[in-house]
């Protein structure tokens, strides 16, 4: 069925175009496609080269941007060698305004360049960042065009595609996207001299690359000839396409000024030569295994670095960049690898220990320790840097997707398999502790004598009260008590509210304030072994190696100075991990000095059982009369006398100033009179919680 469909599709012409379209507001016109809009580019430019067509090249600016390069970057185009590529990303640079109010001419209208403007600040802008791509001018042209003759003409000329944000002051200090705006760019890069010719427009407007050969009047000629072959390559590109797509309206963006803009980049260091940049750049893109043998070449930013200028002649605003620093295309993939495997250590880490804590208490006993809100922290802190990873992964089709994909599915492992089948565990387990924690029920108000009544008559039931009553319990908070009693009202509460808190977990300004949140993942249970007089759930390898594990992440994006996710360092990021450090200072104190040794009296547990209470002396006749620790001296569980003699001072002195829980004993005493070695007696308790003898429920040791 399928196969016909698909023919019946090509024979009856599936592929040409309806010759008209529904607009938006319902009218009828004519279909406009890539294909038309492509054929009619070169037929028109075409005819203006041949001097036969209607078509005319636009005026140059009034304002050309390379008259107003800074004198420090220009540079001789004799007998130096430039970068020939700098593809990848430039971040940093400054921008510092120009005054060209003596350069407008007479056609300015400052009424039409405030509109251009619009509700933009240009006043404001500070930072340049872009990322751009270089390839030659030759790639995909029909050189056997006479049109195109002499080819030794395009040696030198690259094209350069890419995009630019231009932010304010504001932006580059507290990193939020209020005062920013994005341009896409074209234009084409003169080896021999390193300059950049750039045609920008704002980011969904359409660029007419024919526009490029005014920013050129030394190599207009040329220029022309290059543009003509880069419009008849798109023409055949859409000719080979399957389908044929309609064209995009343009955007409206928050400004409409069209940017011209000149870059130079500097010639290459005396010490430098070309073939030791090119052996460098193919290192890096196919690997021999020579990477680490050869010297890192100097890169375009050094020293004085790229500069450049920025100008919009209707809108009459103009800038000078200068600065910044860049990452190589090449570069940038083989960080974002390291990265990559960096990543997949940590959540490797954190996935390893989590599955060795659920080994580690399987027990009720040890089951009843460990906080379920600190796991269920751990799944969303989880489920949040699955999100980022795979997101990266699925949308950037290059290099790095398939490295960036193995953290996200470690992540997810910890997120969706391991760490709620633990909660689930932990829920089930600490069940009844919620039901005898409940509030009792409310019980309806038995009738009392009137006084003076005979026998057998009661006085009726207060009826305002009863109302009372009635009402509170069918008021907000006993409705919502029993809305939210359901399960199925429980898991959509949850699900929406981490839906709208991945919404705004990855916003600039709510970061930091989401990971201190998240990374405050040992607070339940330093209040749960403070509540319940316990210490001992987590192995320390597992409290130690995930906080570093999850650190690992937040300190490389928000300390590392070359980061590949492009995020300046941030200072927070040291508190955040000063936080984690405190956590876990707090878990190691409540292990040496009690669980709640912090805690006020009035929010203190109450005294837990003492299993060590001071024993007489045992001697022949006290035991076999049946001292306090009954005839028995043999531990039930090891079957070996137990030494109920108490320690000696200096012991006891040392092991209360250790902190080792008051100085145990070598014995423990049941509540059931029923005697153990205390060693003996916590290992059965990290099983049972019960008398090994009596089966009697134990008090935590």
Aim: with cysteine; hydrophobic share 45%; proline share 9%.
């Amino acid at each position: 069925m399928m196969f016909l469909t698909f023919m019946f599709f090509f024979m009856s012409g599936g592929n040409a175009p309806m010759p008209v379209t529904v607009g938006p507001d319902g009218e009828i016109r004519p279909r406009v496609t890539e294909l038309d809009v492509a054929r009619k580019m070169v037929d028109e430019y075409k005819g203006w080269m041949n001097g036969t067509g209607n078509w005319t090249e636009t005026s140059a600016p009034a304002i050309q941007p390379w008259t107003l390069l800074p004198e420090r970057y220009r540079y001789p185009g004799h007998g130096a060698q430039f970068f020939p590529n700098i593809t990848g990303f430039h971040r940093d640079a400054a921008l510092a305004s120009v005054n060209v109010t003596d350069r407008l001419t007479a056609a300015h209208n400052a009424t039409h360049a405030s509109d251009l403007r619009g509700d933009f600040d240009w006043s404001a802008l500070a930072t340049w960042d872009m990322n751009l791509k270089e390839r030659a001018v030759a790639e995909g042209f029909d050189l056997s065009d006479p049109a195109f003759a002499p080819v030794d003409d395009f040696a030198g000329w690259h094209w350069v595609k890419g995009g630019a944000t231009l932010s304010s002051l504001a932006h580059a200090r507290i990193g939020i996207d209020a005062d920013s705006v994005d341009y896409d760019f074209y234009g084409l890069h003169y080896i021999p001299n390193g300059t950049y010719g750039l045609v920008a427009r704002p980011q969904g407007v359409r660029i007419d690359i024919r526009e490029i050969p005014r920013l050129w009047p030394d190599h207009h000629n040329v220029t022309s000839r290059i543009v003509l072959g880069e419009l008849e390559k798109e023409r055949k590109v859409q000719e080979d396409s399957l389908l044929l797509s309609d064209v995009t309206p343009d955007a409206t963006p928050r400004t409409t000024c069209p940017v011209y803009i000149t870059l130079a980049a500097p010639p290459l260091p005396p010490q430098a030569s070309l073939a030791d940049i090119e052996l460098y750049s193919a290192e890096l893109r196919r690997p021999t295994g020579i990477l680490a043998s050869l010297p890192r070449p100097p890169q375009y930013w050094h020293g004085l670095g790229l500069g450049g200028a920025v100008v919009s002649d209707q809108c009459g605003v103009a800038f000078e960049l200068s600065g910044g620093k860049g990452v190589g295309i090449d570069d940038f993939w083989r960080k974002s690898i390291n990265y990559a495997a960096f990543a997949t250590a940590c959540q490797l880490l954190v996935l390893v220990l989590l599955v060795r804590q659920m080994e580690s208490t399987r027990t009720p006993s040890s089951l009843a320790k460990v906080s379920l809100w600190t796991i269920v922290m751990m799944g969303i802190s989880d489920s949040w840097v699955f999100s980022a990873h795979v997101v990266v992964g699925i949308m950037s089709d290059n290099k790095s997707s398939l490295p960036m994909l193995v953290p996200g599915f470690l992540s997810l492992c910890t997120a969706v398999v391991f760490g709620p089948r633990y909660a689930v565990l932990l829920h089930r387990i600490q069940a009844p502790e919620r039901v005898s924690a409940a509030p009792p029920a409310r019980l309806p108000a038995t009738p009392t004598p009137t006084p003076g009544a005979t026998a057998g008559t009661t006085s009726p039931p207060d009826t305002a009260a009863a109302t009372a009553n009635a009402a509170g319990d069918a008021g907000p908070n006993g409705v919502l008590a029993e809305l939210f009693s359901s399960p199925f009202v429980r898991w959509l509460a949850a699900a929406v509210g981490l839906f709208v808190l991945f919404q705004v977990a990855f916003l600039p300004t709510v970061i930091p304030f989401f990971l201190a949140a998240i990374y405050s993942i040992w607070l339940p249970q330093i209040w749960r072994n403070a509540r319940r007089g316990t210490s001992g759930a987590l192995n320390w390898g597992f409290v130690v190696g995930t906080s570093a594990g999850r650190m690992g992440l937040p300190l490389y994006a928000f300390a590392c100075p070359e980061n590949v996710l492009f995020v300046k360092p941030s200072a927070w990021v040291w508190a955040l991990a000063t936080w984690q450090v405190v956590q876990i200072s707090v878990l190691y104190a409540q292990e040496r000095f009690g669980p709640a040794f912090f805690l006020p009296r009035s929010l203190a547990p109450p005294e837990s059982y003492n299993y060590h209470p001071v024993l007489p002396a045992g001697d022949a006749e006290s035991v076999a009369g049946g001292g306090p620790a009954g005839p028995e001296t043999t531990c039930s569980i090891c079957m070996e006398d137990v030494d109920t003699r108490p320690a000696p001072a200096a012991e006891a002195g040392a092991s209360a100033l250790l902190g080792l829980h008051g100085g145990k004993k070598a014995y423990a005493l049941a509540p059931c009179h029923h005697l153990f070695h205390t060693k003996c007696l916590a290992q059965w308790l990290a099983i049972k919680t019960i008398c090994p003898l009596c089966k009697r429920s134990l008090p935590p040791l």
